[in-house]
Structure formats: C-alpha cells, structure tokens
C-alpha cells in the first residue's frame, strides 16, 4: 500500500504558544510531500520530526494571517542553503509573492532552484494540480480575509489481474496491460471475456480536504462529502460560539457538525486557541457530534488506510 496520511507540524491558532506552533501540515501522497500552511518556525518543525524539507516539492497557503505563511522566508533560505536544485512551487493568495519578493531580496538569498509562484484565487473548484497521482483543488472557505482551503484526492489505481484468469485463459503477458486498462480479452476460440471476470479492483483512491481558517459554513459540505480525512479548525468550545462568529472561526461542536454532514470517515481538528493548555474540552466536545475525531497533535502521522473492494486471496499481478 503506498502511503497516504497528514503529518501535523503546527496546530496553535495565530498565537503560539509554548507546547504548540503556528499552523503547519505535511501531507505525505505516494512519495511526495506536500506542505500546506507554514507558520513560524515550520522549519524548525520538519527538522524536529525528520521531514526532508528538500522532498517538499509544493506549497499551499490558505491565506494571509502571519501564522500560516510567515514561516516560508526562512524555510525557503534554509532551502537555498542545503543546496536545493530543484524547483519549488507555491499556491497561495495573490499578494504573497509580492511579499516573499521583497523578503527573499533583502534577505540576500541567492536562490541555486527555481521558485514558481501561482496566485489562487479564494473560489472553490480550481484545479491548482492534476497529474497521475493526484488532483487538488480549492474550497472557499468563510474568514475575516480570502481564505482558501484545499482538496486533495487520490488518482485510482489500476485494477491487479486474476492469476487464475490468466491460467484459465491462458492470458500472454502483452495482453496483461490492456486488460489492466479496462479492456476484455478475446481466447483463441473467439469468446470474449469481460474484463470484471478478469480482474479484481484496486483499492478505492482515498481523499484528504484542510479547511482552515473558516466560520462554520454549510456551504463546504458537498464539496468535502466522503472525503477520508477532514482537518477543519476547531478554535474554540461551543460556550465561545459568539467569540467565534465575530472572529470567523469555528467551534469544536461546528467542526464536528460538518464532518457528520459531509460523511467523512475521520475528522482531526487543530488550530486551537492559546487559552486551551489542555485541548481534551475540545476533543470531547467534538465527539459528542462524531465519534471519530481526533486533536491535532505535533509530530503525529494520520494515515490514511485504503478500502479494499474485493478479497485478494486468489492471487493477483
């Protein structure tokens, strides 16, 4: 099975604290590394938990509140300095560039890779990447400022073949591909035998949807419905709800609520406000709406495990 899961580097909200940074996520999807956020000390973060900051090849920034992007002109001139070659994009609000311009010239960076810079804008369903392993999107999200959250989902897999099917039809190896691809296979006496005899199906592709930062907001629900793991901010309790409307956050109770109305199948909520020294409030409240929620804990790994469709135990190629 080849790897899916959120690695949670940062889960304070805009003020850190001394047991947790600013927002920072790495999404690990087959053998790539995909950063999204980069609060203050990100870097120190990647060091502490050995995350290879040089296999980082995308960036994603939901918006402009410092402790989501200002961590990304250090781990950028860190990057320079261990010798980067190779480029790095980044996603993230217009502006961005403007800033990370002006900061990478007068920090003397000489830059030894290429920096790609593309704006996104706060709209929900843009395609930012679309390749053989994946496909991200945005998801508009509902803060103070445009803010942008994003979906990630697995390409599926090719089907494996029956090795029984191969013996019973006597299959050469140069049809194994298109079959594999969908296609039937016709024997030598002429019968066609149609490709679910032939194969078993692969694992369904499995999803991961970050909102933060966001109000509660119904709207993401069809966009998120199904989606294996759901990160949504949970800033505050539900005895806080008016704190959270005037701020555009959500409370753990709302970020909940949004996991039971999208059917995810698991829901982490971060983005805690510093008054929590202890986020079992949230954790349990959170709970009492959808049972499946875990806190947002630095340096912990949520994988996401495959669904298999059919048994496998007849062997496969």
């Known amino acids: 099975m080849k790897p899916f899961g959120l690695t949670v580097l940062g889960s304070s909200s805009a003020l850190p604290t001394s047991s947790r940074n600013p927002s920072a996520h790495v999404l690990t999807l087959h053998d790539r590394l995909f950063l999204i956020d980069c609060g203050e000390g990100t870097q ?7 995350i ?7 960036i994603f920034i939901s918006h402009l509140h410092g402790d989501h992007f200002l ?36 920090l003397d960076a000489h830059l030894g890779f290429e920096l790609h810079y ?3 804008a706060p709209q929900t369903g843009i395609v930012l990447i679309d390749d053989d392993t994946v496909n991200v999107t945005t998801i508009a999200l509902n803060h103070r400022i445009p803010c942008t959250g994003f979906l990630f989902k697995e390409k599926p897999a090719r089907p494996n073949i029956r090795k029984e099917a191969i013996r019973k039809y006597d299959i ?4 194994i591909g298109s079959i594999k691809d969908g296609a039937p296979y016709t024997t030598s006496e002429g019968k066609i035998i149609p490709n679910s005899e032939l194969v078993i199906p692969p694992p369904l592709p499995r999803s991961f949807a970050y909102c933060s930062d ?4 119904e709207s993401i629900i069809d ?4 989606v294996d793991l759901l990160y949504h901010e949970a800033t505050f309790t539900s005895d806080l709800e008016d704190r959270a409307r005037e701020t555009h956050h959500s409370t753990a109770a709302q970020a909940a609520e949004i996991a039971r109305k999208a059917e995810v199948r698991q829901l982490v909520i971060g983005h805690f406000s510093a008054r929590y020294k202890d986020a079992t409030p949230l954790l349990n409240e959170a709970r ?13 790994h949520y994988p996401v495990d495959v669904v298999v469709t059919q048994s496998a135990e007849n062997g496969t190629l």
Do not use: C, W
């Open 44 to 50: 120190i973060q990647l060091r502490r938990y050995r």
């Open 52 to 58: 290879r900051m040089q296999k980082i090849q995308h």
């Open 71 to 106: 961590g990304l002109p250090g781990l950028i001139s860190t990057m320079g300095l261990l010798g980067r070659t190779n480029p790095l994009t980044i996603f993230g609000p217009e502006s961005l560039k403007e800033i990370l311009d002006v900061q990478i010239k007068h």
């Open 118 to 120: 593309h704006a996104v």
């Open 172 to 175: 050469p190896v140069d049809a």
């Open 214 to 217: 966001t109000a509660y907001s």
């Open 223 to 226: 966009v998120i419905h199904g």
């Open 288 to 300: 009492t709406i959808f049972s499946d929620t875990l806190l947002a804990e630095e340096g912990q």
